[in-house]
């Protein structure tokens, strides 16, 4: 089992920054996968950002260039820093981990985290 918990979110102004954190309950050394994703209302969940096991990190086309996705393995966290943010990027933010389990995998999910582009 693993535990997400994320912070960061509110209420930004267009242009601003924010930086959401997603804490995990175990070692996020070997994950499969881990990142995040959004949810806007009326709108289909989406991904962000996600790092996977073979090293890279994809990100949605909306937000490259604008999102940064790290991670600190000694405090088991994932970062996703927000700049130039748009009125689009309104939404709840989900942290995600997938990790290997006996047969197949396992996917975990955060409470969420609100994000308001908003002036």
């Known amino acids: 089992q693993m535990q997400l918990v994320e912070s960061g979110g509110g209420l930004v102004q267009p242009g601003g920054s924010l930086r959401l954190s997603c804490a995990a309950s175990?070692?996020?050394?070997?994950?499969?996968?881990m990142g995040w994703y959004r949810q806007a209302p009326g709108k289909q969940r989406e991904l962000v950002a996600v790092f996977t096991s073979g090293g890279t990190t994809n990100y949605a086309d909306s937000v490259k260039g604008r999102f940064t996705l790290s991670r600190d393995n000694a405090k088991n966290t994932v970062y996703l820093q927000m700049n130039s943010l748009e009125p689009e990027d309104t939404a709840v933010y989900c942290c995600?981990?997938?990790?290997?389990?006996?047969?197949?995998?396992?996917?975990?999910w955060g409470q969420g985290t609100q994000v308001t582009v908003s002036s």
């Open positions: 175990r070692s996020i050394f070997s994950i499969y996968a």
């Open positions: 995600y981990a997938r990790t290997v389990a006996v047969i197949g995998t396992d996917d975990y």
